[in-house]
């Protein structure tokens, strides 16, 4: 608090604790003082002056809350609250600028309790956090809160322990700004999970966190997780702990999420977004848990933290190509989680391995280099026997075309030459033209004559 005069005097009269002497007479006081040093209102059903409250009185607190200009957090919790008592306080809490936290947890409140909250959530310029963990909701409560918040700026919505089993989302109706989600300990199913997909998907994707821990979620809505999850770029904590029908299988789907080593274009394609992704362990009667794949699972996650935090993803690849695709003790085990049996150097160009087996001798020195070369060298062969190919081919095709250059030379020639005689041809038959005239036609016409004549005799 500032200690000049003007500060002092808004100094508080009135604290807002557990004090037996705390009376709803002397709250409403603090409130429509409006004073900047209130900025928090927390009250609990354990509290006198919530106990004595009537509907009425709820319903003033709401307006005094309203209009009051410097409340940021308003707390009242653990059974302070029914459907009944927030419709009053609601009705008078239309609106509020100032309120960014609203903490309403542990209270009786339903379906009806959230119907009486729609206007104020649709209002409330400034709020960015609701916490409803262990409420009633159910839900048709929790979808018509998904709908009611579709134009706020809420960043972080705890709805855990609320008996949550269905989800359904509208793509253009849900909480657009949202970032963080909590729905642990709810009776969430796969159908669940595809409600969920729907705040994953698209570009306009911005959740980064989501607690679904200690649900009844299975393979099938892990498949549904993993499918949405295989072109975001927000999420970055996902925790699925507690959630008892994901298996084996379930681990490994999400084990090739965040590092799918089928192939390197795979690898490279993978989620390099989730830094953290919980999964609990299980142990099947005196063997140890199965954490070989949660392992490589946080393995992957930590590359993807250590390159911007899950923002460069790019890095995040090319690391886990090296890290887990050219190492080869690494890829063979995770070749062996994932079914995979074909060798990595198959899908090489063998024009670009010698530069691969260079990048792995400078990743992780002359042993694994060995390692690679002895498992590429018919390749490395193959790719001498490739260039002397193409060589060839290309000198090949380059007689060929001189070849065909000569001969095409040849033939215009001759062309040519024909040509000439054509046009020589042309000639003689105009010149034999013009040189005809009347008096050489006479006298052929008497040589003719003369030889008749002496073939018959005549003189």
Same mark, same amino acid.
């Given at each position: 608090?500032?200690?000049?005069?003007?500060?002092?005097?808004?100094?508080?009269?009135?604290?807002?604790?557990?004090?037996?002497?705390?009376?709803?007479?002397?709250?409403?006081?603090?409130?429509?003082?409006?004073?900047?040093?209130?900025?928090?209102?927390?009250?609990?059903?354990?509290?006198? %002056?919530?106990?004595?409250?009537?509907?009425?009185?709820?319903?003033?607190?709401?307006?005094?809350?309203?209009?009051?200009?410097?409340?940021?957090?308003?707390?009242?919790?653990?059974?302070?609250?029914?459907?009944?008592?927030?419709?009053?306080?609601?009705?008078?809490?239309?609106?509020?600028?100032?309120?960014?936290?609203?903490?309403?947890?542990?209270?009786?409140?339903?379906?009806?309790?959230?119907?009486?909250?729609?206007?104020?959530?649709?209002?409330?310029?400034?709020?960015?956090?609701?916490?409803?963990?262990?409420?009633?909701?159910?839900?048709?409560?929790?979808?018509?809160?998904?709908?009611?918040?579709?134009?706020?700026?809420?960043?972080?919505?705890?709805?855990?322990?609320?008996?949550?089993?269905?989800?359904?989302?509208?793509?253009?109706?849900?909480?657009?700004?949202?970032?963080?989600?909590?729905?642990?300990?709810?009776?969430?199913?796969?159908?669940?999970?595809?409600?969920?997909?729907?705040?994953?998907?698209?570009?306009?994707?911005?959740?980064?966190?989501?607690?679904?821990?200690?649900?009844?979620?299975?393979?099938?809505?892990?498949?549904?997780?993993?499918?949405?999850?295989?072109?975001?770029?927000?999420?970055?904590?996902?925790?699925?702990?507690?959630?008892?029908?994901?298996?084996?299988?379930?681990?490994?789907?999400?084990?090739?999420?965040?590092?799918?080593?089928?192939?390197?274009?795979?690898?490279?394609?993978?989620?390099?977004?989730?830094?953290?992704?919980?999964?609990?362990?299980?142990?099947?009667?005196?063997?140890?848990?199965?954490?070989?794949?949660?392992?490589?699972?946080?393995?992957?996650?930590?590359?993807?933290?250590?390159?911007?935090?899950?923002?460069?993803?790019?890095?995040?690849?090319?690391?886990?190509?090296?890290?887990?695709?050219?190492?080869?003790?690494?890829?063979?085990?995770?070749?062996?989680?994932?079914?995979?049996?074909?060798?990595?150097?198959?899908?090489?160009?063998?024009?670009?391995?010698?530069?691969?087996?260079?990048?792995?001798?400078?990743?992780?020195?002359?042993?694994?280099?060995?390692?690679?070369?002895?498992?590429?060298?018919?390749?490395?062969?193959?790719?001498?026997?490739?260039?002397?190919?193409?060589?060839?081919?290309?000198?090949?095709?380059?007689?060929?075309?001189?070849?065909?250059?000569?001969?095409?030379?040849?033939?215009?020639?001759?062309?040519?030459?024909?040509?000439?005689?054509?046009?020589?041809?042309?000639?003689?038959?105009?010149?034999?033209?013009?040189?005809?005239?009347?008096?050489?036609?006479?006298?052929?016409?008497?040589?003719?004559?003369?030889?008749? %004549?002496?073939? %018959?005799?005549?003189?």
């Amino acid at each position: 608090m500032d200690s000049d005069a003007g500060s002092s005097m808004e100094e508080p009269l009135y604290e807002f604790d557990d004090d037996e002497d705390m009376t709803f007479a002397v709250i409403m006081e603090a409130v429509h003082r409006n004073g900047p040093y209130v900025t928090e209102l927390e009250g609990s059903g354990g509290d006198n %002056w919530i106990q004595s409250m009537s509907n009425e009185d709820w319903e003033q607190l709401g307006r005094g809350v309203s209009n009051h200009t410097h409340l940021e957090s308003l707390r009242i919790s653990e059974g302070a609250l029914n459907d009944q008592r927030v419709a009053f306080f609601f009705r008078g809490l239309m609106r509020s600028s100032s309120i960014s936290e609203m903490h309403l947890y542990e209270n009786e409140i339903g379906v009806a309790g959230v119907q009486s909250m729609v206007p104020f959530l649709q209002s409330a310029a400034n709020l960015r956090w609701l916490n409803l963990d262990d409420t009633n909701l159910q839900s048709e409560g929790f979808n018509l809160l998904l709908w009611a918040l579709r134009g706020s700026p809420i960043e972080k919505l705890s709805c855990a322990r609320c008996g949550i089993e269905s989800i359904e989302i509208d793509n253009n109706n849900f909480p657009q700004h949202l970032k963080h989600l909590s729905l642990s300990l709810n009776s969430i199913k796969a159908d669940g999970c595809r409600g969920l997909a729907k705040l994953l998907q698209g570009g306009g994707a911005r959740l980064s966190t989501l607690w679904v821990n200690h649900n009844k979620i299975d393979d099938d809505g892990v498949e549904i997780l993993v499918d949405a999850l295989q072109n975001n770029t927000s999420l970055k904590t996902l925790d699925l702990k507690g959630n008892d029908g994901i298996s084996d299988h379930g681990d490994m789907m999400l084990l090739q999420l965040v590092n799918d080593v089928s192939s390197i274009k795979a690898t490279l394609q993978s989620n390099h977004t989730l830094t953290k992704l919980h999964i609990s362990q299980r142990v099947f009667l005196l063997l140890e848990p199965n954490t070989e794949t949660q392992a490589y699972i946080k393995m992957a996650t930590e590359i993807n933290r250590g390159y911007g935090n899950g923002n460069n993803p790019e890095e995040a690849g090319r690391e886990k190509v090296i890290e887990t695709q050219l190492r080869s003790e690494t890829r063979a085990e995770l070749c062996r989680l994932q079914g995979v049996d074909h060798s990595l150097f198959n899908e090489i160009d063998p024009l670009h391995l010698p530069d691969v087996l260079a990048l792995i001798g400078r990743s992780h020195g002359h042993g694994e280099l060995y390692d690679a070369l002895s498992s590429s060298i018919m390749l490395l062969f193959s790719t001498v026997n490739v260039k002397k190919c193409i060589q060839q081919e290309r000198d090949h095709h380059l007689a060929e075309a001189a070849e065909h250059a000569a001969k095409l030379a040849e033939h215009r020639a001759k062309a040519e030459q024909l040509d000439a005689k054509l046009a020589a041809m042309e000639e003689v038959v105009e010149v034999e033209g013009n040189e005809r005239d009347p008096d050489n036609g006479q006298r052929s016409n008497k040589r003719r004559r003369k030889w008749w %004549w002496g073939l %018959w005799g005549g003189a």
